[in-house]
Every structure is written in C-alpha cells, then in structure tokens.
C-alpha cells in the first residue's frame, strides 16, 4: 500500500539554525513529491515539487528538498530558520500518472528565541 | 487568479442539521477532491471526483455525500452531521502532473 511517513511530529529549532524535516515515501510507481506548509489558521501553501530531473529542488521562503530513491526519502531542508517558519509541514506523494495525493500526518515546528 | 474558493469558511451547527460547504476552481482542473485535517491524523481524503459526474470515496467518505455536475463546483454535503465530523475541511483541484491548489478551508463545529 502506497504511504507517506513523517517520523517526527513535532521538531523544536533556535532562531538561525538550520532545520531539517524527513519524509519516507512507499510507492510502487515513480512518484510525484511535494512539501506543503500551514501556518496556523491558514490553507496549505506549496513550498516545493519535484518530477523528475535533478533530485535537489529549491523551493520558497529559502526552503530546499532533495530526492533519494534509494532510501525512499524527500527530506526538506532550511539552512537558517527564521520565526516565521514556524507551522505544519506536510509531506505529499503522487503517481506520475495519477491525481490522488496522499499526505503524511505532519510535522509541527516551534522556533525559540 | 488561480484559485479555489470554499464557502463559508467558519461554520457551527447542530447535530442532524443538513449542511453542505461550497467549493470552486477556476483552473479547468478535472479532479478535486475534499480532505479532512484532524490533529495528529494529517489531512484525509473524504472523496474525489475525476471529472463531471465522476465521483469516489477515500479513506474516509462515511456520513459525507458530494456531487460533480459541473466541472468547477465540487460541495461536500453532510445530510445528518454529528460531532465526529467537527473538523477543519479542505477542497482541492489538481490536474496529473501538476501541484494541487487548496482552498482556504471551512472550519466546521459540530453540536
């Protein structure tokens, strides 16, 4: 069965440091991967997408994500996190072909001081 | 602007009352889809649609009906709501090989 896993629920980081949030992804098909963020009481934004091509994508707000096939992983990458950056961070995954996209359940990052 | 437009975003009701909560896109997209987000549960697939009078359930459709009769509104109906389905919704439209534009949601409280 095709899923999404997002190991860590919730991740602390100090103000300027850098920040990364996993993803592992099973699918049987080359997949579609997305990071999408939420910040409180607000709709889901894309941050990033790859398709296919060069396996480090660069996305907005100076956010990064890089594509391991080997290891079935799209982990996002920021290497100065800013107090802005704290909301939900969804990981998405989709057939090539298909429209469905499965979600993992989320990361929430808090950014201290 | 590409968009997609829930209504209404905020919504308190009382069990059994029918209700339906609108959704729109104006990119042309064949699919859309409604989600579901609960604390720690991530965003659910409730149903979808792949085109005009093309629907599925997903992971969790039960006591939610939609319908497709054109190809920009895709509502999501509860004809008997109850407090399980108090929850924050989304709709969707994407089209294969392109990202999935969200709306802003519709906040929805069951009592």
């Known amino acids: 069965a095709q899923s999404v896993t997002q190991p860590d629920i919730h991740i602390t980081v100090s103000e300027g440091a850098s920040l990364e949030l996993r993803c592992n992804y099973s699918y049987g098909a080359t997949p579609y991967l997305f990071w999408y963020v939420q910040s409180p009481g607000q709709g889901l934004q894309l941050l990033l997408k790859?398709?296919?091509?060069?396996?480090l994508v660069q996305g907005i707000k100076g956010f990064e994500a890089e594509f391991k096939r080997s290891q079935s992983s799209f982990n996002l990458r920021k290497p100065s996190v800013h107090w802005s950056d704290a909301a939900e961070y969804f990981c998405a995954v989709a057939s090539g072909s298909g429209y469905a996209l499965n979600f993992g359940k989320g990361t929430s990052l808090l950014v201290t001081p | 602007e590409a968009q997609v437009t829930q209504n209404p975003r905020y919504l308190i009701t009382v069990t059994g009352k029918k209700l339906t909560v609108t959704c729109s896109q104006n990119m042309n997209h064949e699919y859309m889809s409604w989600y579901r987000q609960d604390p720690g549960l991530g965003l659910r697939q409730i149903y979808y649609?792949?085109?005009?009078?093309?629907?599925d359930k997903g992971d969790v459709p039960e006591g939610y009906k939609v319908s497709r009769k054109e190809k920009r509104n895709f509502p999501l109906i509860l004809e008997s709501p109850s407090p399980n389905q108090t929850s924050l919704y989304f709709c969707a439209s994407r089209d294969p090989g392109s990202s999935a534009f969200f709306g802003q949601g519709t906040r929805l409280t069951v009592v």
């Open positions: 790859y398709f296919s091509g060069d396996t």
């Open positions: 649609s792949m085109n005009v009078e093309v629907t």
